[in-house]
T-cell receptor
Framework: QKEVEQNSGPLSVPEGAIASLNCTYS??????FFWYRQYSGKSPELIMS????GDQEDGRFTAQLNKASQYVSLLIRDSQPSDSATYLC?????????????FGRGTSLIVHP | EPEVTQTPSHQVTQMGQEVILRCVPI?????FYWYRQILGQKVEFLVS????????KSEIFDDQFSVERPDGSNFTLKIRSTKLEDSAMYFC??????????????FGPGTRLTVT
């Protein structure tokens, strides 16, 4: 069973701090990695995608990928209360010639004022 | 900004009844997906659809499920005989062909299905 693992949290950080969210995956052949934000009762919203080792930055968000360690992370700088949500790690896993998105259970982030 | 839409937002049905969930993907997208999320659990892939046929499906997508693109805009998920355990949020997603199989998917707002 090819898995995507996340700590369910909650991760609680003060406003203005850096929030660090982590994800590991089991399929070494995985090629693409995504972070989604999901507010309660809402659909997942794409935040970042990353395909190669290293860091990728977009505004306050930085995604980091280490394929050797099968590890992907999301850093949120200057965290705001509006960032409070569940963050889903998704990995596209090869299956029968196609790529199937496999989600982790998500990490709940609470940013308190 | 273009977005994926889904109807209805909430569907209540009795066990054993058929339901059809509807989605309108982003207009220039070519790949379509259905996911479900049982309350408090992770998002689970059901099926992907391209060029008028299923390209992948998960173990969840058994004979009770079917998908169809009846016209140029709608993409539907049918559950033939609903069970209590089908109660979940169902999300439709779509993507374009930019970047091939590795491009991002955009999700609709979801349909909450309640089977009583």
């Amino acid at each position: 069973q090819k898995e995507v693992e996340q700590n369910s949290g909650p991760l609680s950080v003060p406003e203005g701090a850096i929030a660090s969210l982590n994800c590991t995956y089991s399929d070494r052949g995985s090629q693409s990695f995504f972070w989604y934000r999901q507010y309660s009762g809402k659909s997942p919203e794409l935040i970042m995608s990353i395909y190669s080792n290293g860091d990728q930055e977009d505004g306050r968000f930085t995604a980091q990928l280490n394929k050797a360690s099968q590890y992907v992370s999301l850093l949120i700088r200057d965290s705001q209360p509006s960032d409070s949500a569940t963050y889903l790690c998704a990995v596209k896993i090869a299956s029968g010639g196609s790529y199937i998105p496999t989600f982790g259970r998500g990490t709940s982030l609470i940013v308190h004022p | 900004e273009p977005e994926v839409t889904q109807t209805p937002s909430h569907q209540v049905t009795q066990m054993g009844q058929e339901v059809i969930l509807r989605c309108v993907p982003i207009s220039n997208h070519l790949y379509f997906y259905w996911y479900r999320q049982i309350l408090g659990q992770k998002v689970e892939f059901l099926v992907s659809f391209y060029n008028n046929e299923i390209s992948e499906k998960s173990e969840i997508f058994d004979d009770q499920f079917s998908v169809e693109r009846p016209d140029g805009s709608n993409f539907t998920l049918k559950i033939r005989s609903t069970k209590l355990e089908d109660s979940a949020m169902y999300f439709c997603a779509s993507r374009d062909n930019t970047g091939g199989a590795l491009s991002e998917q955009y999700f609709g707002p979801g349909t909450r299905l309640t089977v009583t």
